[in-house]
Protein backbone atom coordinates (compact mmCIF):
# COMPACT_ATOMS: atom_id res chain seq x y z
CA UNK A 1 0.00 0.00 0.00
CA UNK A 2 1.56 3.44 -1.32
CA UNK A 3 2.20 5.66 1.84
CA UNK A 4 2.14 3.12 4.80
CA UNK A 5 5.52 3.92 5.20
CA UNK A 6 6.24 7.44 5.25
CA UNK A 7 9.75 9.11 5.99
CA UNK A 8 10.03 12.68 6.53
CA UNK A 9 13.17 14.61 6.45
CA UNK A 10 13.62 18.44 6.90
CA UNK A 11 16.88 18.38 4.72
CA UNK A 12 18.30 15.60 2.38
CA UNK A 13 20.12 15.69 -0.73
CA UNK A 14 17.42 14.25 -2.87
CA UNK A 15 14.87 12.09 -2.05
CA UNK A 16 15.26 10.05 -5.03
CA UNK A 17 18.94 9.47 -4.33
CA UNK A 18 18.27 8.36 -0.87
CA UNK A 19 15.94 5.73 -2.01
CA UNK A 20 18.37 4.24 -5.03
CA UNK A 21 20.70 4.34 -1.98
CA UNK A 22 18.17 2.59 0.66
CA UNK A 23 15.74 0.39 -1.56
CA UNK A 24 17.41 -2.60 -0.64
CA UNK A 25 16.21 -1.80 2.75
CA UNK A 26 12.67 -0.64 1.71
CA UNK A 27 9.09 -1.57 1.61
CA UNK A 28 7.10 -1.28 -1.76
CA UNK A 29 4.62 2.00 -1.27
CA UNK A 30 7.17 3.66 0.73
CA UNK A 31 7.13 7.68 0.19
CA UNK A 32 10.73 9.33 1.89
CA UNK A 33 9.30 13.22 2.15
CA UNK A 34 11.71 16.61 2.02
CA UNK A 35 10.99 19.86 3.33
CA UNK A 36 14.30 21.14 1.60
CA UNK A 37 16.38 19.56 -1.13
CA UNK A 38 20.23 20.12 -1.25
CA UNK A 39 20.34 18.14 -4.76
CA UNK A 40 17.37 18.05 -5.92
CA UNK A 41 17.30 16.89 -10.08
CA UNK A 42 15.10 16.81 -12.42
CA UNK A 43 15.16 14.87 -15.79
CA UNK A 44 18.30 15.58 -18.22
CA UNK A 45 20.04 16.01 -14.90
CA UNK A 46 18.61 19.67 -14.66
CA UNK A 47 18.78 21.25 -10.85
CA UNK A 48 15.38 21.35 -9.19
CA UNK A 49 15.13 24.09 -7.06
CA UNK A 50 12.77 24.68 -3.70
CA UNK A 51 11.64 27.54 -1.61
CA UNK A 52 12.20 25.96 1.83
CA UNK A 53 8.81 24.22 3.15
CA UNK A 54 6.70 25.41 0.16
CA UNK A 55 7.21 22.77 -2.37
CA UNK A 56 6.09 19.28 -1.72
CA UNK A 57 8.55 17.14 -2.69
CA UNK A 58 8.61 13.26 -2.21
CA UNK A 59 9.77 10.10 -3.94
CA UNK A 60 7.89 7.08 -3.73
CA UNK A 61 9.17 3.61 -3.80
CA UNK A 62 7.53 0.41 -5.89
CA UNK A 63 8.54 -2.99 -6.66
CA UNK A 64 7.20 -3.99 -9.92
CA UNK A 65 7.26 -7.34 -11.80
CA UNK A 66 9.90 -7.19 -15.07
CA UNK A 67 6.82 -8.23 -17.26
CA UNK A 68 5.34 -4.56 -16.59
CA UNK A 69 5.82 -1.67 -18.92
CA UNK A 70 7.51 0.67 -16.32
CA UNK A 71 7.31 3.76 -18.54
CA UNK A 72 3.78 3.75 -18.24
CA UNK A 73 4.04 4.64 -14.22
CA UNK A 74 4.64 8.43 -15.33
CA UNK A 75 1.44 8.88 -17.15
CA UNK A 76 -0.24 7.27 -13.94
CA UNK A 77 1.67 9.72 -11.39
CA UNK A 78 0.73 12.44 -13.79
CA UNK A 79 -2.64 11.48 -13.87
CA UNK A 80 -3.09 11.50 -9.72
CA UNK A 81 -1.46 14.76 -9.72
CA UNK A 82 -3.75 15.78 -11.67
CA UNK A 83 -6.44 14.86 -9.86
CA UNK A 84 -5.28 15.92 -6.89
CA UNK A 85 -5.59 19.53 -8.78
CA UNK A 86 -8.80 18.73 -9.55
CA UNK A 87 -9.69 17.75 -5.93
CA UNK A 88 -8.06 21.43 -4.94
CA UNK A 89 -10.49 23.31 -7.57
CA UNK A 90 -7.45 23.92 -9.84
CA UNK A 91 -7.78 22.68 -13.82
CA UNK A 92 -4.83 21.68 -15.01
CA UNK A 93 -2.64 20.19 -18.38
CA UNK A 94 -0.87 17.09 -18.61
CA UNK A 95 2.52 17.80 -20.46
CA UNK A 96 3.62 14.73 -21.90
CA UNK A 97 6.19 12.83 -20.47
CA UNK A 98 6.51 13.99 -17.04
CA UNK A 99 5.17 17.74 -16.78
CA UNK A 100 1.97 19.06 -15.12
CA UNK A 101 0.67 22.96 -16.17
CA UNK A 102 -1.24 25.40 -15.41
CA UNK A 103 -2.17 27.30 -18.16
CA UNK A 104 0.80 26.83 -19.75
CA UNK A 105 2.97 27.34 -16.87
CA UNK A 106 4.57 24.14 -15.21
CA UNK A 107 3.22 23.56 -11.75
CA UNK A 108 4.82 19.87 -10.92
CA UNK A 109 7.70 17.72 -12.62
CA UNK A 110 7.86 13.73 -12.30
CA UNK A 111 11.18 11.93 -12.36
CA UNK A 112 11.00 8.62 -12.97
CA UNK A 113 14.55 6.16 -12.55
CA UNK A 114 14.76 2.59 -12.35
CA UNK A 115 17.29 0.46 -11.03
CA UNK A 116 16.56 -3.53 -12.80
CA UNK A 117 17.48 -6.80 -11.32
CA UNK A 118 16.92 -10.42 -11.86
CA UNK A 119 13.96 -10.28 -10.25
CA UNK A 120 11.96 -7.35 -10.58
CA UNK A 121 12.02 -3.48 -11.13
CA UNK A 122 12.54 -1.28 -8.22
CA UNK A 123 10.97 1.98 -9.16
CA UNK A 124 11.82 5.47 -8.13
CA UNK A 125 9.03 8.17 -8.91
CA UNK A 126 9.91 11.67 -7.87
CA UNK A 127 7.57 14.32 -7.32
CA UNK A 128 7.88 17.88 -6.87
CA UNK A 129 4.78 19.70 -6.65
CA UNK A 130 5.11 23.30 -6.10
CA UNK A 131 2.18 24.10 -3.35
CA UNK A 132 2.79 27.29 -2.05
CA UNK A 133 5.44 28.89 -3.27
CA UNK A 134 5.82 32.46 -4.27
CA UNK A 135 9.54 33.13 -6.11
CA UNK A 136 11.07 31.14 -8.78
CA UNK A 137 14.77 31.18 -9.71
CA UNK A 138 14.97 33.43 -12.51
CA UNK A 139 15.41 30.95 -15.24
CA UNK A 140 12.28 29.43 -14.51
CA UNK A 141 10.27 32.28 -13.00
CA UNK A 142 8.62 33.24 -16.49
CA UNK A 143 7.48 29.37 -16.89
CA UNK A 144 6.65 27.89 -13.69
CA UNK A 145 3.89 28.40 -11.41
CA UNK A 146 2.29 27.29 -8.16
CA UNK A 147 -1.35 26.09 -6.41
CA UNK A 148 -1.17 29.17 -4.34
CA UNK A 149 0.14 31.84 -7.36
CA UNK A 150 -2.88 30.44 -9.28
CA UNK A 151 -5.64 30.50 -6.79
CA UNK A 152 -4.18 32.51 -4.13
CA UNK A 153 -4.95 30.15 -1.38
CA UNK A 154 -2.26 29.23 0.69
CA UNK A 155 -2.67 25.09 0.53
CA UNK A 156 -1.91 22.95 3.00
CA UNK A 157 0.57 20.53 1.93
CA UNK A 158 -0.63 17.64 4.05
CA UNK A 159 -3.68 17.42 3.14
CA UNK A 160 -2.76 18.15 -0.42
CA UNK A 161 -0.47 14.93 -0.07
CA UNK A 162 -2.59 12.85 1.35
CA UNK A 163 -5.48 13.38 -1.14
CA UNK A 164 -2.11 12.47 -4.17
CA UNK A 165 -1.56 9.66 -2.11
CA UNK A 166 -4.78 8.34 -2.60
CA UNK A 167 -4.72 8.98 -6.19
CA UNK A 168 -1.76 7.21 -6.54
CA UNK A 169 -2.99 4.26 -4.75
CA UNK A 170 -6.19 4.01 -7.14
CA UNK A 171 -4.30 4.91 -10.42
CA UNK A 172 -1.55 2.05 -9.44
CA UNK A 173 -4.33 -0.34 -8.71
CA UNK A 174 -5.69 0.27 -12.39
CA UNK A 175 -1.67 -0.40 -13.57
CA UNK A 176 -1.54 -3.36 -12.19
CA UNK A 177 -4.46 -4.63 -13.35
CA UNK A 178 -3.57 -3.59 -16.74
CA UNK A 179 -6.77 -1.22 -17.06
CA UNK A 180 -4.70 1.84 -17.25
CA UNK A 181 -7.82 4.22 -17.07
CA UNK A 182 -5.81 6.87 -16.79
CA UNK A 183 -4.31 7.05 -19.89
CA UNK A 184 -7.59 8.01 -21.17
CA UNK A 185 -7.02 10.83 -18.38
CA UNK A 186 -3.70 11.75 -19.20
CA UNK A 187 -4.93 12.15 -22.99
CA UNK A 188 -7.72 13.87 -22.67
CA UNK A 189 -5.89 16.19 -20.61
CA UNK A 190 -3.15 16.66 -22.62
CA UNK A 191 -0.99 19.73 -23.28
CA UNK A 192 0.63 18.58 -26.35
CA UNK A 193 -2.27 16.95 -28.71
CA UNK A 194 -2.68 18.71 -31.23
CA UNK A 195 0.53 21.17 -31.36
CA UNK A 196 3.24 21.54 -33.12
CA UNK A 197 6.62 20.16 -31.03
CA UNK A 198 10.38 20.63 -32.15
CA UNK A 199 12.30 17.49 -30.87
CA UNK A 200 15.96 17.83 -29.71
CA UNK A 201 17.63 16.75 -32.90
CA UNK A 202 15.23 20.23 -34.28
CA UNK A 203 12.84 18.65 -36.09
CA UNK A 204 9.21 19.14 -36.17
CA UNK A 205 6.57 16.92 -35.92
CA UNK A 206 2.80 17.11 -34.89
CA UNK A 207 0.95 15.69 -31.87
CA UNK A 208 -1.32 13.38 -32.90
CA UNK A 209 -2.03 11.06 -29.69
CA UNK A 210 -0.84 9.54 -26.57
CA UNK A 211 -1.25 5.84 -27.32
CA UNK A 212 -2.74 3.15 -25.03
CA UNK A 213 1.13 2.21 -23.60
CA UNK A 214 1.21 6.09 -22.57
CA UNK A 215 3.44 6.62 -25.82
CA UNK A 216 3.54 9.90 -27.70
CA UNK A 217 2.54 9.43 -31.37
CA UNK A 218 3.77 12.17 -33.64
CA UNK A 219 3.55 12.91 -37.31
CA UNK A 220 6.67 13.26 -39.08
CA UNK A 221 6.56 13.83 -42.62
CA UNK A 222 3.05 12.53 -43.03
CA UNK A 223 5.07 9.70 -41.43
CA UNK A 224 3.57 8.06 -37.90
CA UNK A 225 5.80 7.96 -34.94
CA UNK A 226 5.94 6.67 -31.54
CA UNK A 227 8.41 7.54 -28.08
CA UNK A 228 8.59 6.81 -25.13
CA UNK A 229 9.53 9.44 -22.86
CA UNK A 230 13.22 8.30 -22.10
CA UNK A 231 13.75 8.57 -26.33
CA UNK A 232 13.08 12.14 -26.85
CA UNK A 233 12.82 15.36 -25.12
CA UNK A 234 11.18 18.46 -26.69
CA UNK A 235 12.88 21.66 -27.37
CA UNK A 236 10.37 23.49 -28.02
CA UNK A 237 6.09 23.56 -28.39
CA UNK A 238 3.95 25.71 -30.81
CA UNK A 239 0.45 26.52 -31.51
CA UNK A 240 -2.02 27.14 -28.87
CA UNK A 241 -4.51 24.84 -27.45
CA UNK A 242 -8.16 25.18 -29.52
C1 LIG B 1 11.42 17.33 -13.75
O1 LIG B 1 10.63 18.27 -13.86
O2 LIG B 1 12.33 17.17 -14.55
C2 LIG B 1 11.23 16.38 -12.60
C3 LIG B 1 11.44 17.04 -11.28
C4 LIG B 1 11.35 16.06 -10.12
C5 LIG B 1 11.66 16.72 -8.80
C6 LIG B 1 11.40 15.77 -7.66
S1 LIG B 1 11.42 16.58 -6.10
C7 LIG B 1 11.40 15.05 -5.28
C8 LIG B 1 12.33 14.13 -6.05
N1 LIG B 1 13.70 14.30 -5.63
C9 LIG B 1 14.47 14.79 -6.62
O3 LIG B 1 15.70 15.04 -6.52
N2 LIG B 1 13.74 14.99 -7.72
C10 LIG B 1 12.36 14.61 -7.52
Not at 168 to 194: A, Q
Not at 219 to 236: H, P, Q, R
Request: overall charge neutral; some cysteine.
Amino acid sequence: MIGKKHLQFHEIDSTNTYIKQNYKNMESGTIVQANHQTKGYGRMNRIWHDEIGKNLMFSLYLKVPLNEDITMLTQMAASSVYKTLKDNGINAYIKWPNDVLIGSKKVCGILLESIIDKEEAHIIIGIGLNVNNKLFQKEINTTATSMHLETGITFTKENVLITLITHLNNDFISYINHSHEYIDLVRENSYLIGKEVELQDQQKAHVVDIDSKGRLVVKIDNKLKTFIGSEVSLTNVYQNKE
